[in-house]
């Protein structure tokens, strides 16, 4: 019996041990772990989110609604109180939160700490103007100039459907945004693009639901898995491609400026996408020849008088005309820099242009359809608007069409490697550090000394497991900072293991008892709670 007892005191022994190997680390493969993982969140977060937006008023850009703090009732048309938050709210403040991503919207304060949200879900980042001091803030009035839409219950689209990125597939497009949902407008929402033609949305463009059953067709054997994700996000019939427009607007918000739909099919727009499925031939053919013979009749140099098409071909600045234009993909949108600082100033000539003829360019457009239709623009649709006093009225309400927009986004978050990083994106060493360089010279220096101790301390602890290649465990560190703040039970313990002998065996020497770390007992403690 005493033997068997024995030999299963051993297995378990043993067992435990083992167990104890797999669940540990060295101290190597634990620091590089964590800078894979702060590498990994630098990635994913690439922004600094130590501060909110709120202080800077009115801005477009990247939203967040909360669906933890303002849960949407179940029923669209019951009454639902919205709220958006920034980039950096979204991670310090409702980090933990299911969010919805509403992407860039224009003129949004971030109602973060407002009255919008639950006073349980403070603002962390901001300062309470009460106390002068760093969060918590709650309950602040809400800016009145915020516009919401049906985006912050996560619905999307005319459709008005919840959006699961799971079962999602496709793509969507954001509206230029002319109006408001209150102005008859969508407030740039985004839309499927069967929808923005008036279809209905099958199972085909939505993607097959992950609760419905396999097709029993077997799929051909030369089919890859690159022409069904093409299939699957294939435009509908009637949709332009993407590459021939830059961004378009949608039929709501064209029949609330209903001014814009004369500059459909001309120069800077494609032809009008009607709601009803898209536009027939016998129309499109109508209205191209009537923009043609506007063009004959209407073309003008930049001194206002009319020129013929000859002219206007021979015509530098007016050369670039919509039959002979490229089509070009939405990649090569994006210029460098340098080349944007060359065009800007044939762009002011442009505009410059346009603004000084007493010509009336949008009288000569024909006339709309009558049908519900969305607007497609190309990418040089700004430098086509008439800018006459009577035109600029309506045009010049709306910035997004005199000039490109600028989304505001968050300073990038440093790699931690100048100690200059955001509060949340650098790691403990750096925040110890950047906390010591806050503190005065005096509790500066003794917590110099209190860590160089420690260092020379936990080096002595190390040593062995370096020079075995021993795993070092939880319950060894555990112990040993036990053994080192001078706790009573651990010291006896320590003791009676050394007077019997007993022990790991791996010939550690540790500083027992209270007398060499008394002195520093109170120092550590304060220099360990400056960088925690």
Not at 261 to 272: C, D, E, V
Not at 399 to 410: D, K, T, V
Request: with cysteine; proline share 6%.
């Amino acid at each position: 019996m005493e033997n068997g007892h024995s030999t299963g005191g051993d297995n378990h022994k043993a067992r435990t041990d083992s167990q104890s190997s797999q669940n540990s680390q060295t101290a190597l493969e634990f620091i590089d772990s964590q800078l894979q993982l702060e590498a990994d969140a630098r990635e994913a977060l690439p922004y600094a989110f130590d501060h909110c937006t709120q202080p800077l008023g009115p801005l477009r850009q990247n939203l967040f609604s909360c669906l933890t703090c303002n849960p949407p009732p179940k029923s669209p048309s019951d009454p639902y109180t919205p709220a958006g938050v920034c980039y950096s709210c979204s991670i310090a403040c409702h980090g933990e939160h299911e969010l919805v991503e509403l992407f860039n919207k224009r003129n949004f304060t971030c109602d973060c700490g407002t009255t919008r949200l639950p006073a349980t879900s403070p603002c962390t980042l901001r300062i309470d103007p009460a106390t002068g001091v760093k969060g918590p803030v709650h309950s602040q009035p809400a800016a009145p100039e915020n516009t919401y839409n049906h985006n912050f219950r996560n619905r999307f689209c005319g459709c008005g459907e919840l959006y699961d990125p799971h079962t999602e597939k496709g793509t969507m497009f954001q509206c230029l945004g002319l109006a408001n949902e209150n102005e008859g407008g969508c407030g740039e929402d985004w839309w499927h693009p069967e929808c923005i033609l008036g279809n209905t949305r099958d199972t085909s463009a939505k993607g097959k639901s992950r609760d419905e059953p396999e097709s029993k067709q077997e799929p051909d054997a030369s089919t890859s898995e690159d022409n069904i994700d093409t299939n699957l996000e294939q435009l509908p019939q009637g949709f332009p491609q993407e590459d021939d427009f830059e961004t378009f607007i949608c039929y709501k918000c064209v029949d609330a400026n209903p001014w814009i739909k004369r500059y459909a099919g001309s120069i800077g727009f494609l032809q009008p996408v009607v709601k009803t499925g898209g536009m027939t031939e016998a129309e499109t053919n109508g209205r191209d020849q009537s923009l043609k013979a506007t063009s004959a009749k209407e073309s003008t140099n930049e001194n206002g008088h009319h020129i013929s098409n000859a002219e206007a071909k021979a015509t530098p600045d007016q050369s670039e005309s919509e039959s002979a234009a490229p089509t070009r993909s939405l990649s090569s949108l994006k210029r460098p820099a340098e080349d944007e600082e060359e065009d800007h100033s044939s762009t002011q000539h442009k505009k410059t242009k346009l603004e000084n003829v007493s010509h009336c360019y949008y009288e000569t457009l024909p006339r709309p359809l009558s049908q519900a239709f969305s607007l497609f623009l190309k990418e040089d649709f700004r430098d086509h608007f008439c800018r006459c006093p009577k035109c600029y009225s309506d045009v010049g309400k709306y910035r997004q069409l005199l000039e490109e927009e600028e989304s505001y986004e968050p300073p990038i978050s440093e790699d931690g490697d100048d100690g200059e990083g955001s509060v949340g994106t650098r790691s403990l060493l750096d925040r110890g550090e950047a906390a010591l360089n806050n503190v005065d010279r005096v509790r500066a220096i003794e917590g110099v000394m209190v860590y160089n101790h420690l260092k020379d301390k936990v080096k002595s602890f190390l040593q062995p497991f370096a020079e075995s290649g021993q795993a070092v465990g939880a319950d060894d560190i555990k112990a040993y900072f036990e053994k080192l703040r001078g706790d009573e039970q651990a010291i006896k313990a320590a003791a009676t293991a050394g007077s019997s002998g007993t022990g790991d065996g791996d010939n550690r020497r540790e500083q027992s008892g209270r007398g060499n770390c008394r002195n520093y007992q109170w120092d550590k403690s304060r220099f360990v709670n400056l960088i925690v």
